[in-house]
């Protein structure tokens, strides 16, 4: 086990939180979870693999759409319970809603609003509906 991931606090499950922010931008992306395995994959492949919770199962950022996350650098906070990943968004689209970034909510009068578009219908990214 490398020593850089002990330093890490992961949480009971095993997991660290992971912020992937566009490099070039500053936009915060997405927020996923990583886990050992996670991490030293990112490392080593330069591209962004979380761990699903869902699906219980490493989740190569990009393996279904191609909207890969190309890693520019990694960050932990002064916890060292959260990671910040700088990447560049291959595609444009970061969710898999098909919006560029998955914050794309903005509570307007107790009402959350989606202020982003839609880039590209999920159906045409995934080949599936819902």
């Not at 566009?22 to 990112?42: D, K, P, S």
């Not at 869902?54 to 906070?77: M, N, P």
């Not at 595609?91 to 989606?114: M, P, Q, V, Y």
Request: net charge negative; proline share 2%.
């Amino acid at each position: 086990m490398s020593s850089w991931l002990e330093e890490i606090a992961w949480n009971e499950e095993g997991l660290v939180p992971a912020i992937a922010q566009e490099v070039h931008t500053g936009q915060v992306l997405m927020l996923a979870w990583m886990n050992r395995e996670a991490l030293e994959t990112t490392l080593q492949s330069g591209h962004a693999v979380y761990w699903s919770r869902s699906r219980q199962r490493l989740w190569h950022k990009g393996e279904q759409s191609g909207h890969e996350q190309v890693i520019k650098a990694i960050h932990l906070d002064c916890d060292n319970d959260a990671v910040l990943l700088l990447v560049e968004q291959k595609g444009g689209i970061a969710c898999h809603t098909g919006r560029h970034r998955c914050f794309f909510k903005r509570l307007e009068r107790d009402n959350w609003t989606s202020v982003e578009p839609v880039l590209k219908h999920p159906d045409s990214i995934y080949g599936k509906s819902g």
